[in-house]
């Protein structure tokens, strides 16, 4: 049976390299849709209820025909990601095109970082959600919800800063880009240092969706049928896990 569908699929693959036959482009594009809806589930954790999910899903779309269009069989390299790579960056080119967080959101982040430097310089040392929260008089998932926001348009500002090259020279320089100079590696480790030591002081549930989620790279709705939890728990721990994170993650990311 699995002989039948690879057969079936090197088919498509030789009708569409061929003529960029039409059926044979639908029949490619129906085999890949379940790459575009796993990377919609993955960004849609860090966005805010208001982006449709079917706008994200029509930007991954498009990510995965122009990969149909560019990609070349010849090459060395596996389709799956290729295309991983085109879906995601459709995604986010289209999420910094549209600016998804309103000015009122900004002003509010803003405020949340400015309280937590208050409540830290006062308590020497991190604070907790639920001070910050009090501190502002809001509730701490909007805490929560507000620090994942704000990190995850951090890293579509930086995104947007080496977003104007051109396709397919960043599609060639992918593998260059893992080449990191000496001080730079010993900078890498030292913060990875930190993750680890901020990371074990996690419980053992918050442990466990971050190493699904960034090591294993599951879904927040695979994750809940692993650990037996609904989607919007297993959200509300991923959010936790930002919050006490968000510094080092957001020096990470500055670095990247």
Known sequence: ???????QEKYYWQMWTASR?????????QRYMPLVQYHVQRISAGLPKNVSRDDIKSLGLMGLLDALQKFDPARDLKFDTYASFRIRGAIIDGLRKE???????????????AKIEELEQQSL???????????LDMPVEEVYQITQEHLFA???????????QDDEATAFTLKDQNTVLPEEQLVKNELLQDLAGV???LNEKEQTVLSLFYTEELTLTEIGEVMNLSTSRISQIHSKCLFKLRKLL?????RS
């Not at 036959?21 to 594009?29: E, I, R």
């Not at 951090?154 to 104007?164: A, E, H, I, P, Y």
């Open 1 to 7: 049976m699995n002989q039948s569908v690879d057969d």
């Open 21 to 29: 036959d039409s059926h044979a482009g639908d029949m490619l594009v």
């Open 99 to 113: 600016d998804w967080m309103p000015r009122s959101a900004r002003e509010k982040a803003k405020k949340v970082d």
């Open 125 to 135: 040392r991190h604070v907790e959600a639920q001070e910050v929260a009090a501190a």
């Open 154 to 164: 951090n890293v579509l500002s930086m995104d947007d800063q080496s977003g104007d």
């Open 199 to 201: 990371i074990s002081q």
């Open 250 to 254: 957001a020096t990470e990311y500055s």
